[in-house]
């Protein structure tokens, strides 16, 4: 199954080059359809560019901070002389949805 995201320019490049392997997302009821072996197209929301990735793992956390906790600062998107910090994703979700939801850390490799 393909599964359809949209991301900024930045994490899009990211991904793109081979650096950032976590997408970080809700556990929402969108991101519960994914499965392991599943495509994801990902749109880069300023250059309308499109990138494909597998899905190779899928990574289950009740919050960023315990997700932060257990991977790299550079498979989550941040370069090397940044401070990762979990509460970066509070401008994408309220603390309500994180607690509702859950967050999901999705392994992916570009195909």
């Known amino acids: 199954m393909t599964h359809f995201m949209k991301l900024k320019n930045e994490p899009f490049m990211s991904i ?4 950032k392997t ?3 997302r809700l556990f929402d ?8 072996g599943d495509t994801i197209e990902f749109t880069n929301i300023v250059s ?7 899905v190779i ?11 932060y906790s257990h991977f790299n600062k550079t498979q989550l998107g941040y ?3 940044e401070n990762a910090n979990p509460n970066d994703m509070n401008q994408y979700y309220t603390n309500d949805d994180i607690h509702k939801y859950g967050v999901l850390g999705i392994e992916i490799k570009t195909i």
């Open 79 to 81: 370069k090397q002389t």
């Open 16 to 19: 793109k080059n081979g650096l």
């Open 57 to 67: 793992a899928l990574h289950k956390f009740k919050n960023f901070e315990e997700l």
């Open 22 to 24: 976590i997408e970080m």
């Open 29 to 36: 009821e969108k991101r519960k359809q994914i499965k392991v």
């Open 48 to 54: 309308l560019e499109k990138l494909k990735v597998k």
